[in-house]
């Protein structure tokens, strides 16, 4: 955790699982860059598979769905080629 109170996951949509259009909620699926997956959750619109993120935010558990990361705040990041 950092300065902010908040963890930070760094990676690729693998799948966007569920998205709202209409006020950006989405459920995605994150191919962290430590090699891990995790589901993230919050607002990010118009995401896509394979867009790199930068989320700041925090670690829950839902009743059903289990382990899950609640973003807070997104960077989109640019691809390194």
């Known amino acids: 955790m950092n300065q902010s109170g908040f963890d930070q996951l760094c990676g690729r949509v693998a799948a966007v699982i569920y998205q709202n259009c209409e006020n950006g909620y989405a459920?995605?699926?994150?191919?962290c860059s430590d090699g891990a997956q995790a589901t993230v959750v919050g607002c990010i619109p118009f995401c896509a598979p394979g867009e790199e993120l930068m989320?700041?935010?925090t670690w829950t558990?839902?009743?059903t769905?289990?382990?899950q990361f609640?973003?807070?705040r997104i960077e989109r990041?640019?691809?390194?080629n």
């Open 27 to 31: 459920v995605v699926k994150l191919d």
């Open 65 to 67: 769905h289990g382990t």
């Open 55 to 57: 989320i700041m935010g």
């Open 77 to 80: 990041r640019l691809p390194d």
């Open 70 to 72: 609640k973003a807070e």
């Open 61 to 63: 558990r839902h009743a």
